[in-house]
């Protein structure tokens, strides 16, 4: 059984350009959760999808959007990049919703901002 | 106040020992605790999960609750080698508003010592 497909796995951005991460889910999950960690502050809750629905955003930005398509996979997208963008995105995904069972992670997309 | 709080460490347990990890959390709507963990460079992987007041075993793990005193703990026993990794607490809890919400502490790094 595949697991959690995160693509790219590393990018370099410059500050005020955007970037889109997307994330594959196991087959079947119809959940995905996005996260930004960072050493200081740990995994912080972006925002998550259940059945193509925003069921629930994190204290993050506008800047900061996300979608999830008919297949289950999510995009995530980040505009107007700043330094403190520069973290790991880890890509979450469930069969029912985030708060009531397992979490299944990707290995994450390393965003480098310069 | 974090809404889920963990000390850092480094956390230093012989091998062969208890290692003991904290976690506390601030909502008493949560009604859900995770026990992640993850190895450096990797993603987090569920190791442990508890709704109910009191103990749930699961091999060398045990997960403790206590919903009065709002903590949460996992007990490594038997710590090995390639039980040093970091820990992630997270507390779920769905709203009086239907909101539904995972929250991750930042994490309890733990290192055996051979």
């Known amino acids: 059984k595949a697991g959690v497909t995160q693509t790219p796995r590393y990018l370099i951005k410059t500050r005020g350009q955007q970037v889109t991460l997307s994330c594959s889910p196991i087959?079947?999950?119809?959940?995905v959760s996005w996260y930004q960690q960072t050493p200081g502050q740990g995994l912080q809750f972006l925002f998550e999808?259940?059945?193509?629905?925003?069921?629930n955003k994190g204290n993050f930005p506008g800047r900061f959007s996300g979608r999830q398509f008919s297949n289950s996979r999510s995009e995530m997208n980040v505009s107007t990049l700043e330094l403190g963008d520069s973290a790991l995105y880890l890509c979450?995904?469930?069969?029912?919703?985030?708060?009531?069972?397992?979490?299944?992670f990707g290995e994450g997309s390393r965003l480098t901002v310069l | 106040q974090k809404e889920v709080e963990q000390n850092s460490g480094p956390l230093s347990v012989p091998e062969g020992a208890i290692a003991s990890l904290n976690c506390t959390y601030s909502?008493?709507?949560?009604?859900?605790f995770f026990w992640y963990r993850q190895y450096s460079g990797k993603s987090p992987e569920l190791i442990m999960f508890?709704?109910?007041?009191g103990d749930k075993e699961d091999g060398r793990f045990t997960a403790q609750l206590n919903k009065a005193s709002q903590y949460v703990s996992l007990l490594i026993r038997d710590s090995q080698p390639s039980d040093s990794a970091t820990y992630l607490c997270?507390?779920?809890?769905?709203?009086?508003?239907?909101?539904?919400?995972?929250?991750f502490g930042t994490g309890t790094r733990l290192t055996i010592i051979p």
């Open positions: 979450a995904s469930s069969w029912g919703t985030s708060w009531s069972g397992e979490l299944f």
């Open positions: 909502d008493r709507g949560s009604q859900s």
């Open positions: 997270a507390a779920g809890l769905i709203s009086n508003f239907g909101n539904e919400k995972l929250t």
């Open positions: 508890i709704y109910s007041n």
């Open positions: 999808y259940f059945s193509e629905t925003q069921r």
């Open positions: 087959s079947g999950h119809r959940s």
